[in-house]
């Protein structure tokens, strides 16, 4: 029984410990000792990224392929109901597509924005809006292959 006790007692020592090393280095942190915490730099590759390891990290790469996912969904959508040009690329209108996509998502202007911002596609304006900008041409470039 004393042996197992103080083999608890050494793995509580161990976390405390180890929460110490984070909390000098969180620059968030109000601990006393958190002075002596590095200094972050934008240079950093670690700058803004989650601890390797951590559930933080493993939900911004699951969430990452959720949405992915979604942008490859979207851009298969735009080839099968939109036209395919002379020079390879598929055109639709935004009406269209709204009214194609109301069943399958209701994420639609996030999905193109994310896709036009991987170079996948192109819009003329910032923001797409129902009725306003029905009649808004999309341009498809690249089919992008599924990973799985």
């Known amino acids: 029984m004393a042996s197992r006790m103080k083999k608890n007692v050494e793995i509580w020592k161990q976390r405390e410990e180890d929460h110490k090393q984070k909390q000098l280095i969180n620059p968030f942190s109000d601990w006393e000792g958190a002075s002596h915490r590095q200094a972050l730099s934008k240079d950093d590759p670690h700058y803004g990224r989650p601890v390797e390891g951590t559930k933080t990290e493993f939900r911004g790469k699951m969430a990452g392929e959720l949405i992915s996912g979604e942008v490859i969904e979207l851009c298969d959508v735009i080839a099968n109901i939109g036209e395919k040009q002379s020079n390879g690329v598929y055109t639709v209108s935004f009406g ?3 009214e194609a996509y109301t069943l399958i998502s209701n994420k639609l202007v996030g999905m193109l924005m994310r896709a036009r911002k991987q170079k996948l596609l192109h819009f003329e304006g910032e923001m797409l809006y129902q ?11 690249v089919l992008p292959k599924r990973s799985d």
Do not use: C, W
């Not at 009725?131 to 470039?141: A, F, G, K, P, S």
């Open 131 to 141: 009725r306003r900008d029905d009649d808004v041409i999309i341009t498809l470039y």
């Open 96 to 98: 269209k597509l709204f």
